[in-house]
């Protein structure tokens, strides 16, 4: 069992900054792929970015790229997403995942389907 706990969401202006971070229980972090997805009202599940269990490579959503970094420390269980430059259409719950299944390190997981388990989310309000 792996519990993910999202915080550091909140209210910002458009081009404003937050982090949020994503602290998991368990003793396989560190073999784990991690992502962030978000979901706004009325949307599917998107996936926004993703990062190997070593941290060596990332994968981000085309509209994010340049403005979004996914980071983790593999020491303090955690998995990170600087958000930067953010627009209201950045607006959603923000979920963390873990893949706990095999896990091929060379490939980066962006599906919804690729992961175990999941946080509750945090909410990011961008306003214009």
């Known amino acids: 069992q792996v519990q993910l706990v999202e915080s550091g969401g909140g209210l910002v202006q458009a081009g404003g900054s937050l982090r949020l971070s994503c602290s998991a229980s368990?003793?396989?972090?560190?073999?784990?792929?991690m992502g962030w997805f978000r979901q706004a009202p009325g949307r599917e599940r998107e996936f926004v970015a993703t990062?190997?269990?070593?941290?060596?490579?990332?994968y981000y959503l085309d509209s994010v790229k340049g403005r979004f970094t996914i980071s983790r420390d593999n020491g303090k269980n955690t998995v990170y997403l600087q958000m930067s430059g953010l627009k209201p259409e950045d607006t959603a719950v923000y979920l963390c995942?873990?893949?706990?299944?095999?896990?091929?390190?060379?490939?980066?997981?962006?599906?919804?389907?690729?992961?175990?388990?999941w946080g509750q989310g945090t909410q990011v309000t961008v306003s214009s």
């Open positions: 995942a873990a893949r706990t299944r095999t896990t091929i390190s060379s490939i980066l997981y962006i599906g919804a389907s690729d992961y175990d388990y």
């Open positions: 990062i190997t269990r070593d941290g060596e490579s990332t």
């Open positions: 368990g003793r396989t972090f560190s073999s784990n792929a």
